[in-house]
């Protein structure tokens, strides 16, 4: 088992910027790729970043590409989201998440293991 605890978001500005942090424990080491979806009100949850445990590749949503960027620190066992550039449409409930043997890229909102869920609120 894999569990996720989530920090960081809140309230920002467009234009600003904003990270978010998942830490991961448990059975790390079976982790294959680790990322973020995002869910906005009304909408379905959606695809936003995912890096492989190794930090070798990385793959992102055209919405956030060249806007956000992923890493992972490897002692800590803890992913970031850093999200720069922000605009309103970036607002949801951000989701972190990982997955033991889905290959990457990510699409669909499917994953083993969820963190608790951070709300992102971006204002004009």
């Known amino acids: 088992q894999v569990q996720l605890v989530q920090s960081g978001g809140g309230s920002v500005q467009a234009g600003g910027s904003l990270r978010l942090s998942c830490a991961a424990s448990?059975?790390?080491?079976?982790?294959?790729?680790m990322g973020w979806f995002r869910q906005a009100p009304g909408k379905e949850r959606e695809f936003v970043a995912v890096?492989?445990?190794?930090?070798?590749?990385?793959y992102f949503a055209d919405s956030v590409k060249g806007r956000f960027t992923i890493s992972k620190d490897y002692v800590q066992n803890t992913v970031y989201l850093q999200m720069s550039s922000v605009k309103p449409e970036d607002t949801a409930v951000y989701y972190c998440?990982?997955?033991?043997?889905?290959?990457?890229?990510?699409?669909?909102?499917?994953?083993?293991?969820w963190g608790q869920g951070t709300q992102v609120t971006v204002s004009s």
């Open positions: 998440a990982a997955d033991r043997l889905r290959p990457l890229p990510w699409s669909d909102a499917q994953a083993q293991y």
């Open positions: 448990g059975s790390t080491s079976s982790i294959y790729g």
């Open positions: 890096i492989s445990w190794s930090g070798g590749r990385q």
